[in-house]
């Protein structure tokens, strides 16, 4: 195979012997030993498992450590505990070269539906907490390494464990119960009054419901038996004392040196000061996956005993500079346990920050210098390691220097003190000595695992006895290209005395010390600045505060009782979780699962990682692999590509490219993409072409190396661009009624305003996935693909291909979730996947980086809407202008029917007499924006409570009151015409009102926000009603095919695709009722076009309602055809009556179809029923805001939805739970950043944040409406997938109404009550918002050819 030196130094040639001299890697993955003598420093664990020993459970989210869909257990002997270890990695991160001796348990290793699944396993499926379950392997692993380590775990420590987790679909709530039955605190007190959250002390009942039976039975679970699991191999044990040996692994590009000792590392150091040290990888493992870095000489000191020691001395703790920060942790918890308070106060500085700092699979194996010598400008450790100036030891081959870390430790961006040949050797702690006090501090957007956006390390030392400052350091990270001590502004406290004035001194200070260019990169000005100064306002409270205990209150300030809160750190409250349903009527038969909270049918399956996602299928023989190749410029034409230097990576096979089409490079639900770009680019990530190579590994280092040279265009990059330049996507949308003129000339008073709704990205968990195989006969090709829509995959790659759809057969078995994100935009990877198979004549697969996913397929369109509203002093709205405009991008795609949606929404609940609503597509050059649950809905109602709120800010009336005054009622015209029937509204409502307890907490509410200055508390109650149906009338169809077969055994088939929501789960149910036959009987094993033809996508929250109803139809004709022989065995069994069938030479196969009737609405005469019926619900959410930070938390969140007669309440209470939590993201967290250029810099879970576990509400109540039978829909039910989403606005009105209250109390007489907070409100828009003396407002002016780091898109 040929060897790529290409960039090496010449001062690392000389160590990349002979292939010869390279070793043997020895480790274990489930109990089985792996000897590789050929490995490569460059493979990671995950792609070893995966694709070596084809172990699939262990999946790929993302690659970079922020999703843990990939964790594993790694167990070892460590010799300076002596004791053996176990502890969760990310697989994706771990190269395989740093697992010599280690023994890796993966998901298949602790159990399997085959033999027994493991309790870990049991639990998540039965307590409902795998729906899509791509992320389940992950989070069984981490549960599973909790329990291996702590078998009776608390809460508390079950929430911890999943820091590093990430599930797009759950909402988190079902995990967390399921697995709290392993805790010893329980998760619920039962009632017995520890737990003040508790859901059985609801003693008052408000809603007069009784409490419904459980959505599962933990006492059925199996127990944990600690003595079953498998034990760590007695090989490797017996190797515990045998000395360790350098150990060298020879790659393609890569060596890998394991040293044994110190000298042998730092000898290698002396000779080559240029190989790369590595720890724990989390670092340089990005670098070289996504930065294209290579370090071709690697050293592995992980081995040496000197950088692992801990060492307890005179002025503090000492920890090897390899020491893995999950042991720092553990040693510094200790520590503060057993040590006098005063101290510990840097250690518990030091924990604040590593609290909060990645997952367990990250602290388990990165390191402390790791971490430090990295230097990156937001390192958590690094600006309290500056501020208690930790002392760091750094050697060389015969020298050694300790330096303390202050100002001159990081002389520029990434740089530190080290000399080349120098390596960090350990890092000393001080204690705090008596008058010292520390504070870390950090906000990022989200709490857990997530990089800073300030953070910093405050810490003060008295004169012995008095409150006059002695020494003061404050140093920030987030500020600079490093972390940086504000100097200028400490030196001249010293000798003031710690009072108001040397606050105000100090925060005038740093408002100039801490300056940033407007243009600094990470955007964010004005917020970062205002941190420096509130996060010292909150270290000056928390010193007062500890001075108050210390009795040295007559030297000092006295803390106002009312600013205490400020300095209160995070805490976790108790959890609380109730969900409420109708149990079936009594008398419904046992066998009848209808209604009943079935387990997903799969849920066993994904849990113990058999379940097969479309990358885990085996690969052939000959298969290759495909890697895109995209534009960098935003609008430009194609001037040249060249492809010469991909030609030279090992194992290219090919480039393929528009020229190598046979039919029609035209693709696009309008026909106005190409397939593959031709003479010019429309926005970054528009593909070009393609390599094809044997590996993925090489198909990325070929991609990245074709050069391509544009000339470049002018773009359009955001809305308000494309407004100036009337550049948009077909012509105005428009619904109007009644006359606005006479309206608004009746109101009392007219707002008018803006708001803009950021986009969002779906963040599946599984990215999009294509394998094709060309059959090599008459133009047939198979492809399996991770897609909501196998009907416009099949006719896309048709019509590429000029053959016809009739030999295109596309297979779906499961999706890791889709949200609309893969209902078409799968098929820009389809059709190129399909491409590459026809000119290779070989099976080719690709699944996409997470980085290229988000970057090439789009997402929820951001909206901006400018509206103005008519109303009377008593809140009633008369009327009603808004004007819509989405960002499009770059081609219309599905954008016409999101924006109509948002048009249909734009009442959400009310009753508005003359109202108009535009809407504009607006053609940018970004990515083309796509379907996202609840499509055009969520924006279009976030928009109507937007300007709801200030209707009744503006009247002064209760927002509630204001809301309902002007509800709709039953049988009401919405502004479309549709008459309202069966408007469940009005009760949900109520219900939401009473089992909130409103009116009380709003009491508390208030009472709360006047005892408390910089906390403040909001609470608000949000309605949703859905429309239900595709606007697209002919869409409305689904087909069905069922076969019975001779044992009586049925295999169903329908058109709709799993993706995670259960439907096959709905419709073996709606089957099992239908023919009277239990579920088991009955199994779904694909979506396919070969089955059922000419399906709609699974989308619009019709699915099951659509192919719910044609099942039951193809079932009907089977129960039909079985009719006489029913009546000539009464008695006898379904399996007689099939035999009987089948010797009467009577058919058992047949089909189903459904249309949904009267669906048809005219835009030109504002008539016809664009949808079938309406879903409803309502939510109450309380949440409380930081206000010097812009933190906040939900701290409740109470839900009633209508769904129906609910054909499985578990499935709907995980949709309402899962779009909630979904929805909660996209209004208060999830924000895509785009570079003036149009470049996306948000492409990965480290800088783009969905909800974590954390993120959920403390107390979460869902509520199903009982007695609310849905005559339209199978069996009663109603869709539940789009509608719950938007009650998340809940949380985003109930931030709103805490700013309110900020300002009220902060804001100076002219602080308006009417502010703007545009979507999602992150802590920079809350802290933004909530103006107070220590806002630093103004960012200095742009300067000339200057552009910010980002724009509003
Ligand atoms: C998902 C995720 C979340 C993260 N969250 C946070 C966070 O919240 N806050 C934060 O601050 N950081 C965070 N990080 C960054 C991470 O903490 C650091 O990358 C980590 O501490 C580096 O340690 P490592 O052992 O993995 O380093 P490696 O990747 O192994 O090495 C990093 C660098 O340090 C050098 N190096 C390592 N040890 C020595 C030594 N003894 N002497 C000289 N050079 C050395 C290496 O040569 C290399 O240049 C996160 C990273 C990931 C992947
Ligand atoms: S795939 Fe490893 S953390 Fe996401
Ligand atoms: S079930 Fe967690 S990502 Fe789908």
Same mark, same amino acid.
């Given at each position: ?79 300076? !505990? ?219 000191? %992980? ?166 400052? =002695? ?8 500020? &600079?290209?490093?972390?940086?001590? %504000? ?29 940033? %260019?407007?243009? %600094? ?151 106005? =993409? ?277 209707? &009744? ?11 309902? !005054?002007?509800?709709? =009622? ?327 109404? &805490? ?55």
């Amino acid at each position: 195979m040929p060897v790529f030196f290409g960039s090496e130094t010449p001062e690392v040639q000389g160590l990349r012997p002979m292939k010869t001299t390279a070793d043997e890697l020895v480790f274990f993955v489930n109990g089985k030993k792996v000897v590789d003598k050929n490995v490569d420093p460059e493979t990671t664990l995950l792609a070893y498992l995966r694709r070596k020993l084809g172990l699939c459970g262990t999946k790929l989210g993302c690659g970079e450590g922020g999703c843990g869909a990939c964790t594993v257990m790694l167990s070892k002997y460590d010799r300076l !505990q002596n004791k053996i270890v176990h502890f969760s990695v990310n697989a994706c991160l771990a190269p395989v070269c740093s697992l010599h001796h280690v023994a890796v348990t993966t998901v298949e290793g602790i159990g399997s539906t085959k033999t027994r699944l493991h309790p870990v396993q049991e639990r998540i499926a039965k307590s409902h907490g795998s729906q899509c379950g791509f992320c389940t392997p992950g989070i069984v692993m981490s549960m599973y390494t909790l329990l291996r380590n702590q078998p009776e775990p608390t809460i508390e420590e079950i929430e911890d464990a999943f820091q590093g987790n990430l599930c797009r679909c759950t909402g988190y709530r079902p995990i967390l119960q399921g697995f709290r039955t392993f805790a010893r605190d329980g998760g619920c007190c039962g009632g017995k009054g520890e737990n003040p959250n508790c859901c059985m002390n609801q003693k008052e009942d408000h809603t007069h419901l009784t409490l419904s039976p459980a959505l599962f039975n933990p006492e059925g679970f199996m127990p944990l038996d600690a003595t079953q699991e498998p034990i760590f191999p007695p090989e490797l044990l017996r190797l515990k004392d045998t000395p360790q040996k350098q150990l060298r692994f020879e790659g393609e590009r890569v060596t890998w040196i394991q040293a044994a000792t110190l000298k042998e590392l730092l000898d290698l150091k002396a000779q080559h000061p240029n190989v790369k040290l590595v720890v724990g990888n989390t670092e340089i493992g990005i670098e070289m996956k996504f930065k294209n870095k290579l370090f071709p000489v690697i050293v592995c000191p %992980a081995w040496i005993p000197e950088l692992n020691a801990v060492e307890h001395r005179q002025e503090g703790i000492c920890f090897g500079a390899a020491c893995p920060l999950i042991s720092v942790e553990k040693t510094l918890a200790e520590a503060v346990d057993k040590l006098p308070t005063h101290k510990t106060e840097v250690f518990r500085g030091v924990l604040e920050q590593l609290r909060w700092f990645a997952g367990k699979q990250v602290k388990s194996v990165a390191s402390l210098g790791g971490n430090i010598i990295t230097a990156s400008p937001i390192s958590d450790l690094n600006p309290v390691f500056m501020a208690c100036g930790a002392k760091m030891t750094l050697v060389s081959q015969g020298t050694k220097r300790t330096v303390r870390m202050d100002h001159t430790f990081f002389p520029a961006y990434r740089k530190t003190l080290l000399k080349p040949e120098e390596i960090l050797l350990s890092v000393e702690i001080p204690y705090s000595r008596e008058g010292e006090y520390f504070s870390a501090f950090k906000q990022a957007s989200r709490r857990e695992d997530d990089i800073a956006k300030v953070t910093c390390g405050m810490r003060v030392l008295f004169k012995s006895g008095s409150t006059e400052v =002695e020494e003061l350091a404050v140093c920030f990270g987030g500020m &600079a290209d490093r972390t940086v001590s %504000a100097l200028g502004t400490t030196q001249r406290q010293l000798s003031k005395v710690w009072n108001e004035e040397l606050l105000q001194d100090v925060s005038a200070s740093l408002a100039k010390e801490m300056c940033l %260019a407007p243009d %600094a990169p990470g955007g964010m000005v004005e917020f970062r600045r205002t941190l420096t100064l509130s996060f010292f306002f909150k270290f000056y409270l928390t010193v007062l505060q500890k001075l108050g205990k210390a009795d040295l209150e007559d030297k000092c300030a006295k803390l106002d009782p009312t600013y205490a809160s400020a300095t209160l750190l995070f805490h976790k409250d108790p959890p609380a979780n109730v969900q409420f349903f109708q149990e079936v009527p009594s008398g419904q038969s046992e066998e009848d699962m209808v209604g009943r909270p079935l387990v997903h049918l799969s849920a066993t399956m994904q849990a113990s990682g058999e379940a097969v996602y479309c990358d885990d299928m085996p690969r052939h023989e000959n298969e290759l692999s495909l890697r895109l190749v995209t534009s960098t410029k935003a609008h430009a034409r194609i001037k040249s590509i060249d492809t010469s230097e991909a030609q030279r990576v090992p194992g290219f096979v090919c480039f393929v490219s528009a020229d190598d089409i046979p039919g029609s490079n035209v693709t696009g639900i309008f026909n106005d =993409e190409t397939v593959f770009a031709k003479d010019e680019v429309t926005c970054i990530g528009h593909i070009i072409g393609a390599v094809v190579t044997d590996t993925p590994e090489h198909a990325q280092r070929a991609a990245q190396a074709v050069k391509i040279t544009y000339e470049e265009l002018p773009a359009i990059i955001t809305i308000e661009d494309a407004i100036k330049n009337q550049s948009f996507h077909g012509s105005e949308l428009k619904i109007e009624k009644g006359n606005l003129k006479e309206g608004f000339a009746e109101a009392d008073n007219i707002i008018s305003g803006e708001v803009y709704i950021g986009g969002q990205d779906h963040f599946y968990l599984e990215t999009h996935c294509t394998i094709a195989i060309p059959k090599g006969e008459a133009g047939e090709m198979e492809l399996f693909v991770s897609t909501q829509n196998t009907m416009k995959t099949q006719s896309f790659v048709a019509k590429m291909l000029g053959v016809p759809e009739n030999r295109i057969l596309v297979r779906v078995k499961r999706m890791g979730g889709g949200f609309g994100g893969k209902e078409t935009r799968s098929t820009l990877l389809s059709t190129a996947v399909a491409l590459a198979a026809h000119k290779t004549g070989r099976p080719v697969r690709c699944m996409l980086d997470r980085d290229e996913d988000m970057l090439i397929t789009g997402g929820r369109h951001p909206f901006l809407a400018r509206y103005k509203v008519g109303f009377m002093n008593t809140g009633k709205v008369v009327a009603l202008e808004v004007d819509h405009y989405s960002n499009a991008g770059n081609s219309q795609d599905l954008s016409q029917a999101i924006m109509e949606r948002a048009l249909f929404h734009m009442d959400n609940c009310y009753k508005i007499p003359n109202i108009r609503g535009t809407g504009r597509l607006c053609k940018t050059n970004v990515s083309s924006n796509t379907a996202f649950r609840g499509f055009g809905g969520p924006q279009g109602m976030l928009i109507a409570e937007y300007w709801m709120s200030e209707v &009744a800010v503006t009247c002064g009336l209760p927002a509630e009151e204001v809301r309902r !005054q002007n509800m709709y =009622e039953e049988g009401d015209l919405t502004h479309f015409n549709q008459k309202l029937e069966g408007f469940t509204l009005t009760r949900c409502w109520e219900e939401c009102l009473a089992s909130s307890q409103y009116e009380a907490r709003r009491k508390e509410v208030e009472k709360f926000n006047k005892e408390n200055c910089w906390k403040k508390r909001g609470l608000c109650i949000i309605p949703t009603k859905f429309g239900i149906s595709f606007t697209v009338p002919f869409l409305n169809q689904a087909g069905a095919l069922v076969h019975v077969y001779t044992d009586g055994s049925v295999l169903l088939t329908h058109g709709g695709t799993e993706m995670g929501q259960g439907l096959h789960t709905k419709m073996i149910q709606v089957a099992s009722r239908a023919l009277n036959i239990s579920t088991s009987k009955i199994h779904i094993s694909e979506t396919s076009t070969n089955t059922v033809p000419n399906t709609s996508p699974t989308a619009a929250s019709v699915s099951t309602d659509i192919n719910g109803q044609a099942v039951y139809e193809a079932c009907q004709t089977i129960l039909k055809r079985l009719e006489p022989f029913k009546k000539k065995k009464p008695s006898g069994s379904w399996e007689d009556w099939v035999t009987d069938a089948y010797l009467g030479a009577v058919s058992l196969s047949a089909t189903g179809f459904y249309r949904t009737p009267d669906l048809g609405y005219s835009f030109k005469t504002n008539s016809g029923n664009p949808f079938h019926y309406f879903s409803y619900g309502v939510a109450c959410s309380e949440v409380e805001i930081d206000c010097l930070t812009g933190d906040h938390k939900n701290l409740r969140t109470d839900i009633v939805m209508d769904v129906g007669s609910s054909l499985n309440p578990a499935i709907d209470i995980g949709q309402v739970e899962g779009a909630f939590v979904q929805g909660l993201g996209l209004f208060t967290l999830e924000e895509l950043h785009y570079s003036p250029e149009g470049s996306l810099h948000t492409r990965g879970p480290s800088t783009y944040k969905i909800p974590a576990f954390g993120s959920i509400p403390v107390q979460f109540s869902v509520s199903l409406l009982r007695d609310c039978p849905n005559k339209k829909a199978i069996y009663a039910s109603k869709a539940v997938g789009e509608p719950p989403l938007f009650l998340a606005a809940s949380i985003f009105f109930a931030i709103k109404d &805490a700013i309110l209250a900020a300002r009220a109390q902060h804001g100076k007489d002219n602080t308006s009550k009417l502010f703007c907070l545009d979507s999602p409100a992150t802590p920079e828009k809350i802290r933004n918002a909530c103006v107070n003396e220590f806002t630093v407002s103004g960012v200095p002016d742009m300067p000339k050819n200057c552009k910010p780091w980002c724009l509003r898109i």
